[in-house]
């Protein structure tokens, strides 16, 4: 088991609305993402294969890993990227990155590719693919303005390196918590070499 302490409060699990330290460390080991940032902050991908950019530099045309799955079995599919995109730009879901995605478009080419449109040319919207993709068949039935009150945004299933077991609160008062993670058998990349971890 390892145990890392980060500051801030976990007022939700869900990565549409993680603003402290404590939930984007979360975010980062329950869920994946298109391209993710390396030892070196250099970006690298994750869940993508590859990406093309057209001749405009508007459409960029990402190809996903066909082994990455939910941590109920389900696979990560182009369709999930586009839900959480259309759910980041859902004005009434309150998301922290609505105004960054409010103007760009995610189509589905087929299960594993994916196709976003730009308004202009900008060359550093490769760094706005590290967010965390959300499971479709989990949360579509949901009314968008709900999801955050929604029981996912406490119990979270993912598809990244670990898997959320349960939130132990420690103290009340000043609401210290500790989130209990155990390893992903089932992960598309390196296996994590920790059994356990336990974020406080």
Same mark, same amino acid.
Do not use: C
């Given at each position: ?135 479709? *068949? ?24 670990? #898997? ?14 500790? #989130? *209990? ?18 974020? *406080?």
């Amino acid at each position: 088991t390892y145990a890392e302490a980060t500051q801030g409060p976990i007022e939700t699990l869900n990565p549409l609305y993680a603003v402290s330290d404590a939930e984007l460390a979360a975010s980062r080991l329950i869920f994946s993402s298109l391209y993710n940032y390396d030892s070196t902050g250099h970006i690298s991908a994750d869940v993508a294969r590859s990406m093309q950019i057209d001749e405009s530099n508007k459409v960029y045309t990402v190809t996903m890993k066909s082994t990455a799955v939910w941590h109920d079995g389900k696979p990560v599919t182009a369709k999930d990227v586009v839900f959480t995109v259309d759910l980041m730009k859902n004005a009434s879901v309150r998301s922290a990155m609505n105004a960054s995605w409010k103007d760009i478009t995610a189509e589905a080419v087929n299960d594993f590719t994916v196709k976003f449109t730009l308004p202009a040319a900008y060359a550093a919207f490769p760094q706005a693919l590290t967010f965390s993709i959300l499971p479709e *068949h989990i949360l579509k039935d949901i009314e968008p303005r709900l999801i955050r009150q929604n029981s996912f945004s406490s119990s979270p299933v993912g598809s990244g390196p670990f #898997v959320f077991r349960l939130t132990q609160a420690i103290n009340d008062a000043d609401k210290r918590k500790v #989130v *209990h993670l155990v390893s992903n058998q089932n992960y598309y990349g390196h296996a994590p070499r920790l059994d356990r971890f336990q974020l *406080h």
